[in-house]
Antibody, heavy 124, light 108 residues
């Protein structure tokens, strides 16, 4: 079955970086994209960016533009999201989800498969 | 950028019908998707493209989209339906998804 499995919880200090992985199975990885979102405690869903697994094209939310990087490894069907210069307010559950993307965009896309979420705690 | 507005909370008695709205400028021109999120779990797609249901989602869940309002309707509400519900569209002008703020459904 189609599945996304994320890496485990992380605890980081302010100023550090975190890299979350999202391993896909059950479908052809390069035919879709991956979207990354986060959810702070008690808050709603915040879009961070998406990446086309076919072309590597990315589109980041402006608020994260300067400190996020999304990549994929097609040999292992794994997507990665790295967030740098962490602050306390980056404490959240980070999710990956499958997106219906072409090589350059994901118009109208729904997210039909989600990872289980990765809790990232930023604390001094 | 495009904004989606949802009521913070909706309450309904078991067996009744719950309607959760999602307002956006001319939202009828967009495809609306709905997600259910229970505490400690990842979101689950329950309606896509305004009114279609993924495999495994009960027929009790339905959607509509007209004018400036999209609606998720849950018929014969059960205690297990208690969750946060988010609407989502794709903003083509900025090429990114937009989520509503979420509506908490409470089953009385």
């Amino acid at each position: 079955q189609v599945q996304l499995v994320q890496s485990g919880a992380e605890v980081k200090k302010p100023g550090a970086s975190v890299k979350v992985s999202c391993k896909a199975s059950g479908y052809t990885f390069t035919r879709y994209g991956i979207i990354w979102l986060r959810q702070a405690p008690g808050q709603g869903l915040q879009w961070m960016g998406w990446i086309s697994a076919y072309s590597g094209t990315t589109n980041y939310a402006q608020i994260f533009q300067d400190r996020v990087m999304m990549t994929t490894d097609t040999s292992t069907s794994t997507a990665y999201m790295e967030l740098r210069s962490l602050i306390i307010d980056d404490t959240a559950v980070y999710y990956c989800a499958r997106a219906y993307c072409s090589s350059t965009s994901c118009p109208g896309s729904k997210f039909d498969t989600w990872g289980q979420g990765t809790l990232v705690t930023v604390s001094s | 950028s495009y904004v989606l507005t949802q009521p913070p909370s909706v309450s309904v008695a078991p067996g009744q019908t719950a309607k959760i709205t999602c307002e956006g400028n001319n939202i009828r021109s967009k495809s609306v998707h709905w997600y259910q999120q229970k505490p400690g779990q990842a979101p689950l797609l329950v309606v896509y493209d305004d009114r279609d249901r993924p495999s495994g989602i009960p027929e009790r869940f339905s959607g509509s989209n007209s004018g400036n309002t999209a609606t998720l309707t849950i018929s014969r509400v059960e205690a297990a339906d208690e969750a946060d519900y988010y609407c989502q569209v794709w903003d083509t002008s900025s090429d990114h998804p937009v989520f509503g703020g979420g509506a908490k459904l409470t089953v009385l």
